[in-house]
């Protein structure tokens, strides 16, 4: 029951950040599931998983993207965001936010619930 659904700018210049959105119905970040996570996809290629915010507020990412990515919420709105700082073309991706029930948190194919998905563009 529960659904996401991400938002923010579609194109975003090299340098800069990139921040999105992801506002949540049919259940709460902080009691329904653990993990509230970001993943993308870039064009041709496989899901790369991003980070997560945990109910209890803590966070994990991705040690390819630790020191570009921070993920924060707002408790109060039921929304969780992404940022991702000085972006480059390879950051070019349809983004996704999502959560559900898994054993490895870091493996996409294990989330049960998704985001519809929004596209990122870097480009100058």
């Known amino acids: 029951q529960v659904q996401l659904q991400e938002s923010g700018p579609g194109l975003v210049k090299p340098s800069q950040t990139l921040s999105l959105t992801c506002t949540v119905s049919?259940?709460?970040?902080?009691?329904?599931?653990?993990?509230w996570s970001w993943i993308r996809q870039p064009p041709g290629k496989g899901l790369e998983y991003m980070g997560f915010i945990a109910f209890d507020g803590g966070t994990y990412y991705s040690p390819s993207l630790k020191s570009r990515t921070s993920i924060s919420r707002d408790t109060s709105k039921n929304q969780f965001y992404l940022q991702l700082t000085s972006v480059t073309p390879e950051d070019t991706a349809v983004y996704y936010c999502?959560?559900?029930?898994?054993?490895?948190?870091?493996?996409?194919?294990?989330?049960?619930?998704w985001g519809q998905g929004t596209q990122v563009t870097v480009s100058s």
């Open positions: 049919g259940g709460s970040i902080t009691t329904t599931y653990y993990a």
């Open positions: 999502a959560t559900g029930v898994v054993y490895d948190r870091r493996n996409p194919n294990e989330y049960d619930y």
